[in-house]
Antibody, heavy 119, light 113 residues
Framework: QVHLQESGPGLVKPSETLSLSCSVS????????WSWIRQPPGKRLEYIGF??????????NYNPSLNSRVTISLDTPKNQFSLKLKSVTTADTAVYYC??????????WGQGILVTVSS | DIVVTQSPDSLTVSLGERATINCRTS????????????LAWYQQKPGQPPKLLFY???TRESGVPDRFSASGSGTDFTLTISSLQPEDVAVYYC?????????FGQGTKLEIK
């Protein structure tokens, strides 16, 4: 049973970079799509992007609304993937989830981590 | 982007009664080459991540009680709980994964009368 756990700072200052990691246990990164999804307080879930890894190949897809600010990457030795979101504002305050795709659907979710953007 | 709209925004149902949630997508969720609808339903309880209930519009995830059912095709979909139980109180989301950027409905809050 795969388990995902988000980690990172819970407070980020405006204009700085939000950095989160997702540790994956009970399964390999290889051959799966891995995503970040966020949920601002009281709002709907928002797709941030995904990374797909297979062997030596990986590719990414990002939400165009965030495209210029977001990077998703892998750390295969640690069995982790990460999110970097640059130039954050208060609108980026949200619970951030890391998720594994299965059968083309967002199937396995981490517990989520609240990130607040505030000075 | 494909816009996903749920109705109603909130729903109050008596224990043991039927609850029905609707979901509409602004473009078809059906992928012609696979004949599958790329539409999923999630249940989210306070302080928890979303839990997958159905994918391919009507395929029940392992462990989901059979009082839950889902149907629909194209742009119109439905989630039904046949006999509401106390543990079904939650917010329910539909989600299209037909085309990136993948999008979610605004959620339907289900409460007990």
């Amino acid at each position: 049973q795969v388990h995902l756990q988000e980690s990172g700072p819970g407070l980020v200052k405006p204009s700085e970079t939000l950095s989160l990691s997702c540790s994956v246990s009970g399964g390999s990164l290889n051959g799966y799509y891995w995503s970040w999804i966020r949920q601002p307080p009281g709002k709907r879930l928002e797709y941030i992007g995904f990374i797909y890894y297979s062997g030596s190949t990986n590719y990414t897809n990002y939400n165009p609304s965030l495209n210029s600010r977001v990077t998703i990457s892998l750390d295969t030795p640690k069995n982790q993937f990460s999110l970097k979101l640059k130039s954050v504002t208060t609108a980026d305050t949200a619970v951030y989830y890391c998720v594994r795709w299965r059968d083309d659907v967002l199937a396995n979710w981490g517990q989520g981590i609240l990130v607040t953007v505030s000075s | 982007d494909i816009v996903v709209t749920q109705s109603p925004d909130s729903l109050t149902v008596s224990l043991g009664e039927r609850a029905t949630i609707n979901c509409r997508t602004s473009q078809s969720a059906l992928y012609d080459s696979t004949k599958q609808n790329y539409l999923a339903w999630y249940q989210q309880k306070p302080g928890q991540p979303p839990k997958l209930l159905f994918y391919w519009a009507s395929t029940r995830e392992s462990g989901v009680p059979d009082r839950f059912s889902a149907s629909g095709s194209g742009t119109d979909f439905t989630l039904t709980i046949s006999s509401l139980q106390p543990e079904d109180v939650a917010v329910y989301y539909c989600h299209q994964y037909r085309r990136a950027p993948y999008t979610f409905g605004q959620g339907t809050k289900l409460e007990i009368k």
